[in-house]
């Protein structure tokens, strides 16, 4: 079956760096998507990432090694506002998107 | 980016009755448009999958006959859940893809659904 695996829930400091990992396993591959949404609002798009590597948009970044089934985004200079889920999501080979459970992420002051 | 209006934003309603909703693409031409329903600290489920005058594709366990998906016109489709009942309370959300090589979905606001 389609998997995608990221923590439950992470915790971390304003004005520090933290680091959401996901996992996949999908019936093939055609781009990974991280989204963020606050509580009771649709997500709004963050990344997009198909080929191997980082890709920097400002204080977010997201990485992908297609070989692994892994990437990860990366969040800097964290502020009071980025408290939020963060969704990694997959295409597979029909162009459906697969979504992991989503990441809380909460900021403490 | 691209836009993508969801009406209503939230709605009561009494069990027995019909619910419609309507996902709307402002600025593209929306070839295929997405329903999702998400319960509390869950995530993003699809239920169907809705092409530009063709029947819509739904998801194993999701009632056709239940949730009704029209997608007229390439701006516009609607889902009407029929005789709803409180288990169908839920966050309803549309999201729509287009051509031109579009690759993210956009996402409209999302409905509250409850029904008592």
């Known amino acids: 079956g389609q998997n995608i695996d990221q923590p439950t829930e992470m915790t971390a400091t304003e004005g520090a760096i933290v680091q959401i990992n996901c996992t996949y396993q999908t019936s093939g591959f055609n781009g990974l998507f991280w989204y963020q949404q606050h509580a009771g609002e649709a997500p709004t798009f963050l990344s997009y990432n198909v080929l191997d590597g980082l890709e920097e948009k400002g204080r977010f970044s997201s990485f992908l090694s297609r070989s692994k089934g892994y990437s990860y985004l990366l969040l800097k200079e964290l502020q009071m506002k980025d408290s939020a889920s963060y969704l990694c999501?997959?295409?597979?080979?029909?162009?459906?998107?697969?979504w992991g459970a989503g990441t809380k992420l909460i900021i403490k002051p | 980016g691209a836009v993508v209006s969801q009406h209503p934003s939230w709605v009561i309603c009494k069990s027995g009755t019909s619910v419609k909703i309507e996902c709307r693409s402002l600025d593209f031409q929306a070839t295929t448009m997405f329903w999702y329903r998400q319960f509390p600290k869950q995530s993003l489920m699809l239920m169907a999958t809705s092409n530009e005058g063709s029947k819509a594709t739904y998801e194993q366990g999701v009632e056709k006959d239940k949730f009704l998906i029209n997608h007229a016109s390439l701006t516009l489709s609607t889902l009407t859940v029929t005789s709803a009942h409180p288990e169908d309370s839920s966050f309803y959300i549309c999201s729509a893809s287009g051509t031109g090589g579009v690759t993210e979905a956009f996402f409209g606001q999302g409905t509250r659904l409850t029904v008592v």
């Open positions: 999501a997959v295409k597979d080979s029909n162009y459906q998107l697969i």
